[in-house]
Antibody, heavy 124, light 113 residues
Framework: QVQVEQSGAEVKKPGASVKLSCKAS????????MDWVRQAPGQGLEWMGR????????KYSQKFQGRVTITRDTSASTAYMELSSLTSEDTAVYYC?????????????????WGQGTLVTVSS | DFVMTQSPDSLAVSLGERATINCKSS????????????LAWYQQKPGQPPKVLFY???TRESGVPDRFSGSGSGTDFTLTISSLQAEDVAVYYC?????????FGQGTKVEIK
């Protein structure tokens, strides 16, 4: 059964960093991509970035460029997303989601499955 | 970047009645060499992650009830629930995967009237 399991909720102070994890199972981890999507309270879905798990190539949303880093540990079948310089605007549920890589520039197909989400609360 | 616009933002439908959600993409998500529309629909219930309902605009994911249908091509797409059930209360999102960055519609909240 293909699934992704995310790390637990975090509470951070403004200016801090947070590193979330996403452990995959039930499929060949290195042949897919892992994307990160966040959802602020009561809001829609916002794409943050992606890692090609096989070659570690990354793509980031311009909005988060310079503040987000996505990595992976293939031996642990786990992807990580670190977001720095947190503000209250970063309070959100952060999802990881798996997708099939379909071309050489790391475009992917639809997201399936998604992790259960990790709530990050930024508060002084 | 691609912009996805859904309408309406919310709708209330009586049980057993039809619900229709529209999604417009700018530009087109139809890739003519393979004649596929790079569009997916997701359902998100409260407190849960999104779940894919359709990909390639109209291919139903395994396990999705057949009262759900996806249609459209190019820039205009529709998700239809033919007979709304209580368990269909959720927010529905369209998403283009034609290119990176992927982008989502703002969501349509479906409630029971």
């Amino acid at each position: 059964q293909v699934q992704v399991e995310q790390s637990g909720a975090e509470v951070k102070k403004p200016g801090a960093s947070v590193k979330l994890s996403c452990k995959a199972s039930g499929y060949s981890f290195t042949t897919y991509a892992m994307d990160w999507v966040r959802q602020a309270p009561g809001q829609g879905l916002e794409w943050m970035g992606r890692i090609n798990v096989g070659n570690a190539n990354t793509k980031y949303s311009q909005k988060f460029q310079g503040r987000v880093t996505i990595t992976r540990d293939t031996s642990a079948s786990t992807a990580y997303m670190e977001l720095s310089s947190l503000t209250s605007e970063d309070t959100a549920v952060y999802y990881c989601a798996t997708s099939r890589i379909r071309d050489h520039v790391d475009n992917v197909d639809w997201f399936d499955p998604w992790g259960q989400g990790t709530l990050v609360t930024v508060s002084s | 970047d691609f912009v996805m616009t859904q309408s309406p933002d919310s709708l209330a439908v009586s049980l057993g009645e039809r619900a229709t959600i529209n999604c417009k993409s700018s530009p087109s998500v139809l890739y003519t060499p393979d004649n596929k529309n790079y569009l997916a629909w997701y359902q998100q219930k409260p407190g849960q992650p999104p779940k894919v309902l359709f990909y390639w605009a109209s291919t139903r994911e395994s396990g999705v009830p057949d009262r759900f249908s996806g249609s459209g091509s190019g820039t205009d797409f529709t998700l239809t629930i033919s007979s709304l059930q209580a368990e269909d209360v959720a927010v529905y999102y369209c998403q283009q995967y034609f290119t990176t960055p992927p982008s989502f519609g703002q969501g349509t909240k479906v409630e029971i009237k």
